[in-house]
C-alpha cells in the first residue's frame, strides 16, 4: 500500500508570494496526479505526470520518481488560489490505484 | 460542454433507508469510478467500472452497490447496510479503462444520516 505524505497540511500566505506543496509517497508509481478542490468540493485536475515538469499559467508541478517526491509550486499566488490541493500517485493500471493524499489546504490573503 | 453531472447535491436519509445517487457523463469515457471523502482523509474507492455491465470492488465496496448498464450512467446506491454513511461522495471519469490517465470529476453529493 502506498503512504502518502503531503506537506504543509495548511498555508497561509499574502498575494503575489510563490507557494510550494509537497507530496512524499513510498512505493514506485507511473504516475502522479495534483487536484484542486475547491470550497464547494467539486474537483479539477491540475496535472498528471510520470517525469520531469509541467508548467501551466503559474503553476507548475515537479516529479522526481528516485526520490518518490513531487512538489506542486504556484508563482504570484492569487486569493482565486485558495483551496485544497491533493496529490495522487498511482502504481499502474488506471485510476483504480490511485492513492490519494489528505490534502493541502491552502488560503492567499490579499 | 461536457462535464459529469451527479444529482442530487445534497441527500438526507433516515437509518435504515437505502439512496441512490446518480453520475451521468457525455464525455464518451470508458471507465467510471466512485470515491467517499471524509473529513481529514483522503479520497476512498469505492466502486469502479472499466466497461459497459462490468464492474469492480474498490477498498470501500461493504454497504455499497452500483450497476453500469448504459456507458453514460453509473449510479451509486448506498445500502442500509452501510454502517457510517454520513460523507462526501464523488464520482468520476477517465477516457480509458486501463494506463495513466486523466480524470474528471463531478461536482459531488453531500449525503447525511439523521
Known amino acids: 500500500k502506498n503512504e502518502v505524505e503531503q506537506s504543509p497540511q495548511n498555508l497561509t500566505a499574502q498575494e503575489g508570494e510563490f507557494i510550494t506543496i509537497n507530496c512524499s509517497y513510498s512505493?514506485?508509481?507511473?504516475?502522479l496526479h495534483w487536484l484542486q478542490q475547491h470550497p464547494g468540493g467539486g474537483i479539477v485536475s491540475l496535472f498528471m505526470?510520470?517525469?520531469g515538469k509541467k508548467k501551466h499559467g503559474r503553476l507548475i508541478a515537479t516529479i522526481n520518481i528516485q526520490e518518490k517526491h513531487s512538489s506542486l509550486h504556484i508563482t504570484a499566488s492569487h486569493p482565486r488560489d485558495s483551496a485544497v490541493y491533493i496529490c495522487?500517485?498511482?502504481?499502474?493500471?488506471?485510476?483504480?490505484?490511485?492513492?490519494f493524499g489528505k490534502g493541502t489546504h491552502l488560503i492567499i490573503q490579499p | 460542454d461536457g462535464g459529469i453531472t451527479q444529482s442530487p447535491k445534497y441527500l438526507f436519509r433516515k437509518e435504515g433507508q437505502n439512496v441512490t445517487l446518480s453520475c451521468e457523463q457525455n464525455?464518451?469515457?470508458?471507465?467510471m469510478y466512485w470515491y467517499r471523502q471524509d473529513p481529514g482523509q483522503g479520497l476512498r474507492l469505492i466502486y469502479y467500472?472499466?466497461?459497459?455491465?462490468?464492474?469492480q470492488k474498490g477498498d470501500i465496496a461493504e454497504g455499497y452497490s452500483v450497476s453500469r448498464e448504459k456507458k453514460e450512467s453509473f449510479p451509486l446506491t448506498v445500502t442500509s447496510a452501510q454502517k457510517n454513511p454520513t460523507a462526501f461522495y464523488l464520482c468520476?471519469?477517465?477516457?480509458?479503462?486501463?494506463?495513466?490517465?486523466?480524470?474528471?470529476f463531478g461536482a459531488g453529493s453531500r449525503l447525511t444520516v439523521l
Open positions: 468520476a471519469s477517465s477516457m480509458f479503462p486501463s494506463g495513466a490517465n486523466v480524470l474528471t
Open positions: 512505493v514506485g508509481i507511473s504516475a
Open positions: 505526470l510520470s517525469s
Open positions: 495522487a500517485p498511482g502504481e499502474g493500471g488506471g485510476a483504480d490505484g490511485l492513492t
Open positions: 464525455l464518451n469515457h470508458d471507465a
Open positions: 467500472s472499466q466497461i459497459v455491465n462490468d464492474f
